[in-house]
């Protein structure tokens, strides 16, 4: 069973930035992975996802020019940096993982993800 642990979330102001990771037990390269995340009241929502390989990442509409994902498959992480942070970026994130060579929208499913981190918060103040 893959272990993932999120870091990275804090608290930062309107137009900042943070770097969320997530660390993963065995090899990254054997998983999609992904980012999503829920705020209060809300329910879980699809963030973001790199393919097993790294050669493709997915966004939602929200994030994309904003939201940036990479993988360093020599420290089984990957990365969500995200950039021009609004508060209704305000979020708990959660890192995810298949062991399916998924394609959108299939990666929109959070059904389609075998193992979940324990989640990072990320505050924006306006």
């Known amino acids: 069973q893959v272990q993932l642990v999120e870091s990275g979330g804090g608290l930062v102001q309107a137009g900042g930035s943070l770097r969320l990771s997530c660390a993963a037990s065995?090899?990254?390269?054997?998983?999609?992975m992904a980012w999503f995340r829920q705020a209060p009241g809300k329910e879980r929502e699809f963030v973001a996802a790199i393919s097993r390989s790294g050669g493709k990442t997915y966004f939602t509409d929200s994030v994309k020019g904003r939201f940036t994902s990479s993988r360093d498959s020599a420290k089984n992480t990957v990365h969500l940096q995200m950039n021009s942070l609004k508060p209704e970026d305000t979020a708990v994130y959660y890192c995810a993982a298949t062991p399916y060579g998924a394609t959108w929208p299939a990666l929109l499913l959070d059904g389609l993800y075998r193992y979940w981190g324990q989640g990072t918060q990320v505050t924006v103040s306006s």
């Open positions: 065995e090899y990254t390269s054997n998983y999609t």
